[in-house]
């Protein structure tokens, strides 16, 4: 009978020992290092994979190798009994640690193919947003762009707007004012666009020549092409315009808005109103000159034979009286046809240099106590620094007699006389002024005042050249003749001449 040769179980007790001890922290060592990869990328699914099969080799190790120790330290303790009993507990741990380890492999494939097609629609998720970002970028910036332009062509409209030296207006469909730039606010005599929006505008403007009504012809024609159209002011004067509008209308058509230009002309008419006089004045000066002279002629010769047969009569004889009679009207003939010289400039002009201020009190000097007598005060407003000016003596004392004389007559009654004298260095004028405080002059015959003739005078008293002298005198010294006038407020003539700059440095 051969005999059994038993190997040592130690080393294997020791190996087993030592190798389940080494799966336990080998095990947990991987459940951290898992844990440490998962936290740093929790959306990565390979560490979460990791993580839980780690975590599953731990459960198995912690299983497996925790009954090889228990299994030991039972038989150390002879208690084999207690060790055969938990044997299938303990296997079956095992099993259900081994399974749950498969599972997790078993199905991480499925999990990674969900994943890969998660990472997937997020890559086209992420490409669609950035590109919704790129046009969301590009948007912006076109509505950038836009809003520069707009700003641009805002601020250029703004600017033409309120630069425009005319009324440039804008009304809703009923004439009232929307806006309106300063220009217009200016020509309206308002401080503040505030004051005047929401008026009616249009009611305000009606056509110079008294046709059809504005808002009609713009329903008709939808717009106004250089329109001559008077523009009642704030203060209630008047000014003459050229309106260029255009009808804006609504989808249904109905007129919703206008937008207009209007051209203050007022000087301009003023200006050809001058022309137009000057041109007659000079037509009427030619005619009064030819006509003066041939009347001059048969003047002399009606007053020489008169003064012939006067000489050889009783002067107390009626025939003589007669005689006196035609000598008298023979001589207020002469006198007008010597103005009508005067007026058509067709008598010489001696020019040199003349104080003004001294020919004003030369003519003041002669009229002054008459006037006191007529309780009409004169008031003298003279500027001492006056510079003297290159005139004809004579003839501007008679401008200013006559301007006087003018005012004297306006006045009923008591009243006043203001004259001054006074320098307008930016024009390069001097200017003498003769203001009354009389009946002024109608608006309806402003325009003749200066015309041969004319006079509102009784007859007898004025012959209607005094004016018309005057203004021949004036314009004869390159000056011109204003006047201001407020029907029973008074009138103010204004004589502009211009200043002799050389003779004064000379």
């Given amino acids: 009978m051969s005999s059994v040769t038993h190997l040592p179980m130690?080393?294997?007790?020791?190996?087993?020992?030592?190798?389940?001890?080494?799966?336990?922290?080998?095990?947990?060592?991987?459940?951290g290092i898992a844990r440490g990869l998962e936290r740093r990328d929790p959306e990565n699914l390979l560490w979460t994979y990791l993580l839980w099969f780690s975590s599953g080799l731990l459960i198995f190790s912690l299983s497996r190798s925790g009954s090889h120790l228990a299994k030991y330290i039972l038989l150390a303790l002879d208690l084999d009994?207690?060790?055969?009993?938990i044997r299938p507990v303990t296997g079956s741990l095992n099993s259900l640690s081994f399974v749950l380890v498969g599972a997790i492999t078993l199905f991480f494939s499925q999990i990674y193919a969900t994943y890969q097609r998660m990472r997937q629609d997020k890559a086209l998720i992420q490409k669609a947003h950035e590109e919704i970002l790129e046009l969301n970028a590009n948007l912006e910036r076109m509505v950038a762009e836009r809003t520069r332009e707009l700003s641009l062509s805002e601020e250029k409209y703004r600017r033409l707007f309120e630069g425009s030296r005319d009324m440039v207006f804008i009304c809703d469909g009923r004439g009232r004012l929307l806006d309106i730039n300063?220009?217009?606010?200016q020509l309206l005599g308002a401080q503040r666009k505030e004051e005047i929006l929401g008026s009616d505008l249009m009611g305000r403007i009606e056509p110079s020549d008294n046709g059809a009504?504005?808002?009609?012809?713009?329903?008709?024609?939808?717009?106004?092409?250089?329109?001559?159209?008077?523009?009642?002011?704030?203060?209630?004067?008047?000014?003459?315009?050229?309106?260029a509008a255009t009808a804006r209308r609504s989808v249904v058509g109905s007129l919703e808005r206008i937008e207009g230009i209007l051209k203050d002309i007022s000087s301009r008419k003023w200006m050809e109103k001058q022309l137009l006089q000057a041109d007659k004045l000079a037509s009427l000066g030619q005619l009064s000159a030819g006509v003066a002279h041939e009347i001059n002629n048969p003047l002399g010769l009606i007053l020489g034979y008169t003064q012939l047969l006067l000489a050889d009569?009783?002067?107390?004889?009626?025939m003589a009286q007669d005689l006196r009679v035609i000598e008298k009207h023979a001589v207020h003939c002469k006198r007008i046809v010597e103005d009508l010289l005067k007026f058509s400039?067709?008598?010489g002009t001696t020019k040199r240099r003349r104080d003004l201020n001294e020919l004003l009190k030369e003519v003041l000097d002669v009229v002054r106590n008459k006037f006191e007598v007529e309780r009409v005060r004169i008031l003298e407003e003279l500027d001492e620094n006056l510079p003297p000016i290159t005139v004809d003596g004579d003839k501007m004392k008679q401008v200013f007699m006559n301007l006087l004389m003018n005012a004297r007559?306006?006045?009923?009654?008591?009243?006043?006389?203001?004259?001054?004298?006074?320098?307008?260095?930016k024009r390069k004028r001097v200017l003498i002024s003769f203001q009354d405080n009389g009946c002024g002059i109608p608006p309806e015959i402003l325009h003749r005042i200066f015309d041969p003739f004319f006079t509102t005078k009784p007859v007898g008293v004025g012959t209607g050249l005094g004016l018309s002298v005057s203004y021949g005198i004036v314009r004869d010294h390159d000056g011109e003749?204003?006047?201001?006038?407020?029907?029973?407020?008074?009138?103010?003539?204004?004589?502009e001449l211009p200043l002799d700059w050389e003779g004064e440095k000379s």
């Fill in 313 to 318: 009569l009783d002067p107390q004889s009626q």
């Fill in 81 to 85: 009994k207690v060790w055969i009993e």
């Fill in 409 to 425: 007559q306006a006045i009923t009654g008591q009243g006043l006389i203001r004259v001054r004298s006074s320098l307008d260095s």
């Fill in 10 to 31: 130690t080393p294997i007790y020791v190996v087993d020992i030592l190798g389940a001890a080494c799966m336990i922290i080998f095990s947990g060592l991987c459940v």
């Fill in 182 to 185: 300063q220009a217009g606010c």
């Fill in 213 to 243: 009504d504005l808002f009609e012809r713009l329903r008709e024609k939808g717009f106004l092409e250089d329109v001559e159209v008077v523009l009642r002011k704030q203060n209630g004067e008047e000014a003459v315009g050229l309106l």
């Fill in 481 to 495: 003749i204003r006047v201001e006038t407020a029907p029973g407020e008074g009138s103010t003539f204004t004589v």
């Fill in 345 to 347: 400039r067709s008598s």
